[in-house]
């Protein structure tokens, strides 16, 4: 009878948030990762601006904890408005702003306790990535990979993290073969959180960042032939926010464009905005 009693407040009480991913930013690579046993449910809303144009979609992730420093995640994506021709970009940290069904193992292989609640972490990605379009901006598509390397400080107050990550996919070599651009993204998170919101459960917990995250994008290529105006380098700041109660919570805001060197006269982002609700169980 002890067994499920404890299970039962300890879900009452935020469970596996208290110890899980639920730390972490929007945009920027985190190191926590699921409990033993844990699961988490993403619902994610992404919006852009490009140019003229602007992109909406919305994905799911669900996330499973096999140990307490090894978690798998897959996420689906749902198109609500994503025309022809916006490039890619990967948008949220561990989900991409791009129609591809997209499956994620994260290790945490390096952690050490400083201090009561205060750590020293390091935590490894490895992804798979599978386009649900056959052709992208005029490039064939194909499956692809990318891996991630991210390591910061967290505490009961404050939190730093900085990370970079690269994604490729496998298309087919040859002087006639296409290939969408690889890219290449880096990030640096400032956190803190606010001493009223320092307190378990059944109080509020809420947090705020400030994000730094860039993207250095390749050239398409088309049939062999690299094409003008794709590819360049991006940086975006901007503030987000977190906020916990019981076992789910919420997340988001919009980052900014504060460097632009495009490879062509391609337009840039104006604005990138997520929200996202996590529910643990």
């Known amino acids: 009878m002890r067994r499920p009693i404890a299970l039962a407040l300890a879900f009452a009480a935020g469970g596996p948030a208290a110890a899980a991913q639920a730390h972490g930013p929007t945009y920027g690579l985190a190191t926590p990762t699921l409990g033993k046993g844990s699961w988490s449910l993403d619902l994610a809303v992404m919006g ?8 909406a979609m919305t994905r799911p992730m669900l996330s499973y904890g096999i140990s307490e420093d090894l ?14 021709g916006i490039p890619p970009a990967h948008g949220m940290s561990r989900m991409p702003m791009s129609p591809d069904i997209e499956l994620l193992v994260g290790w945490r292989f390096h952690r050490r306790a400083v201090a009561v609640g ?12 599978y386009p649900t379009d056959a052709v992208r901006a005029g490039a064939r598509t194909a499956p692809g990979l990318y891996g991630a390397l991210v390591t910061g400080y967290a505490s009961r107050s404050w939190y730093v993290w900085a990370g970079g ?15 969408p651009g ?31 995250m860039g993207e250095f994008a390749a050239r398409d290529v088309i049939a ?24 789910w919570g919420i997340s988001g805001g919009p980052v900014f464009p504060v460097y632009q060197r495009l490879n062509g006269t391609q337009p840039g982002d104006r604005l990138r905005l997520i929200v996202n609700t996590t529910f643990w169980f």
Do not use: C, K
């Not at 852009?48 to 992109?55: C, I, Q």
């Not at 205060?118 to 990535?129: K, L, M, N, P, Q």
């Not at 062999?224 to 926010?241: D, K, W, Y």
């Open 224 to 247: 062999g032939v690299e094409r003008p105006n794709t590819g360049g380098h991006q940086i975006f700041v901007g503030p987000t926010v977190l906020g916990l109660y019981g076992a």
């Open 118 to 129: 205060t750590r020293f972490e390091s935590t490894g990605y490895a992804g798979f990535d």
């Open 71 to 84: 978690q798998v995640s897959v996420s689906l994506p749902m198109r609500l408005y994503v025309p022809e």
């Open 182 to 212: 690889d890219v290449a993204m880096y990030s640096m998170v400032f956190g803190y959180r606010p001493s009223p919101f320092r307190h378990d459960y059944p109080l509020p917990d809420w947090r705020v960042f400030a994000e730094v």
């Open 48 to 55: 852009r601006a490009v140019g003229s144009r602007s992109v």
């Open 165 to 179: 990550l690269y994604r490729r996919y496998m298309t087919p070599v040859g002087p006639t073969a296409d290939h």
